[in-house]
């Protein structure tokens, strides 16, 4: 499973940007996908994650109600709406394969590359 991401950028605190994570597997529907990050200088930190259905989401607490994480599985894609952005979030944002929903990194078994997300206080 290749996983690629896009959507990163420049954005003013406050803004909104939304990453997309695009699949190359016809089995998409069958895993469950999580966002990561990670910060320069700290560890990789779980974000969000969304089940096979789209029935089922988890978030970190630092993002709760200001991300939202959904899924298209007619498009192989997933993607997170970050909203009411904060330097703190400034970070590389990874998604994820996983074959059930966890927070837990150590869950994933397919990895992208990331994309870069800043924002700018």
Do not use: H
């Not at 969304?50 to 607490?61: E, F, Q, V």
Request: glycine share 12%; hydrophobic share 35%; charged share 20%.
């Amino acid at each position: 499973v290749q996983l690629v991401e896009s959507g990163g950028g420049l954005v003013q605190a406050g803004g909104s940007l939304r990453l997309s994570c695009a699949a190359s597997t016809q089995t998409f529907s069958s895993y469950d996908m999580g966002w990561f990050r990670q910060a320069p200088g700290k560890e990789r930190e779980f974000v969000a994650a969304i089940n096979w259905s789209g029935g089922r989401t988890l978030y970190a607490d630092s993002v709760k109600g200001r991300a939202t994480i959904f899924r298209d599985n007619r498009k192989d894609m997933v993607f997170l709406q970050m909203d009411s952005l904060k330097p703190e979030d400034t970070a590389v944002y990874y998604c994820a394969a996983a074959g059930f929903l966890t927070a837990d990194e150590n869950g994933y078994d397919y990895w992208g590359q990331g994309t870069q997300v800043t924002v700018s206080s």
